[in-house]
Antibody, heavy 116, light 108 residues
Framework: QVELQESGPGLVKPSETLSLICSVS????????WSWIRQPAGKGLEWIGR???????DYNSSLKSRITMSVDTSKNQVSLKLNSVTAADTAVYYC??????????WGQGSLVTVSS | SYVLTQPPSVSVAPGKTARITCGGN??????VHWYQQKSGQAPVLVIY???DRPSGIPERFSGSNSGNTATLTISRVEPGDEADYYC???????????FGGGTKLTVL
């Protein structure tokens, strides 16, 4: 059974960098895509981007200039960095196993608030 | 960019059938996936590749895709089906994942 768990600071200051880690158990990250998706409170889902176990990435063009995704195969983890954050980046951030177009399973989500 | 349009809300009585639509230009040419998100929880995949159901999802959940509309159908609706439902596609033109705006299903 594949399980994903997001972790990282719950509070980030404006203009700083949001950093999250997705720890994967039950599957090797090397052989799949892994996506990040976010959801502001009371709003819909927004795809941030994805990374393959080899390190290849696809990013949402609206966020591309601020995103960095990476993999750590030794720890079976995927990471997300989003720089120059503003209040508009406040959201629950999910990682999900990406079956090359659909997502299953999802992590429980990590709430990140951007505030001074 | 490609746009998916869902009704904001759908209401249905217990035991009846709920149909949640997802509109998009020539959406039948794309694979549509559906997620259920209960309050305070992460989304859960309920239908993938238009009609396939993951293990553990009841047969009451089914999908279809034709023309400009994909539909998630929930038969014999139960109170536990009350949730937000999102459709999703991969847009090959932009190489982007696209989500619909979500539909809140209310069980009366």
């Amino acid at each position: 059974q594949v399980e994903l768990q997001e972790s990282g600071p719950g509070l980030v200051k404006p203009s700083e960098t949001l950093s999250l880690i997705c720890s994967v158990s039950g599957a090797s990250i090397s052989s799949d895509y892994w996506s990040w998706i976010r959801q502001p409170a009371g709003k819909g889902l927004e795809w941030i981007g994805r990374i393959f176990g080899s390190g290849a990435t696809d990013y949402n063009s609206s966020l591309k200039s601020r995103i960095t995704m990476s993999v750590d195969t030794s720890k079976n983890q995927v990471s997300l960095k989003l720089n120059s954050v503003t209040a508009a980046d406040t959201a629950v951030y999910y990682c999900a196993r990406d079956h090359d177009s659909w997502f299953d399973p999802w992590g429980q989500g990590s709430l990140v608030t951007v505030s001074s | 960019s490609y746009v998916l349009t869902q009704p904001p809300s759908v209401s249905v009585a217990p035991g009846k059938t709920a149909r949640i639509t997802c509109g998009g230009n020539d959406i039948e040419g794309k694979s549509v996936h559906w997620y259920q998100q209960k309050s305070g929880q992460a989304p859960v995949l309920v239908i993938y590749y238009d009609i396939d159901r993951p293990s553990g999802i009841p047969e009451r959940f089914s999908g279809s895709n034709s023309g400009n509309t994909a539909t998630l159908t929930i038969s014999r609706v139960e109170p536990g089906d009350e949730a937000d439902y999102y459709c999703q596609v991969w847009d090959t033109k932009s190489d982007h994942v696209i989500f619909g705006g979500g539909t809140k299903l209310t069980v009366l």
